[in-house]
């Protein structure tokens, strides 16, 4: 049991991780430059979100139209 709990918590003492801008100091770059590659993978979702949206209108207009030639 003694040696189960010292696995443990040497793995658990372990796990912090730095925050993204520290990633970009390891590769010899400031700060601003990792944050504006959040920003624009921020923006990429966001575009591709309402683009989804955008087609799923479009589907449910032509189902709906679809729907009124039937009847």
Same mark, same amino acid.
């Given at each position: 049991?003694?040696?189960?709990? /010292?696995?443990?918590? @040497?793995? /658990?003492?372990?796990? !912090?991780?730095?925050?993204?801008? #520290?990633?970009? %100091?390891?590769? =010899? #770059? %400031? #700060?601003?430059?990792?944050?504006?590659? @959040? =920003?624009?993978?921020?923006? +990429? +979702? @966001?575009?591709?979100?309402? $683009?989804? $949206? $955008?087609? $799923?209108?479009? !589907? !449910?207009?032509?189902?709906?139209?679809?729907?009124?030639?039937?009847?």
């Amino acid at each position: 049991m003694r040696g189960f709990l /010292t696995i443990l918590l @040497i793995c /658990t003492g372990s796990s !912090a991780m730095a925050h993204p801008g #520290h990633w970009a %100091d390891v590769a =010899g #770059h %400031d #700060h601003w430059i990792a944050g504006a590659a @959040i =920003g624009l993978a921020g923006l +990429a +979702a @966001i575009w591709g979100a309402l $683009k989804g $949206k $955008k087609e $799923k209108e479009a !589907a !449910a207009e032509a189902e709906e139209e679809l729907e009124e030639e039937t009847a």
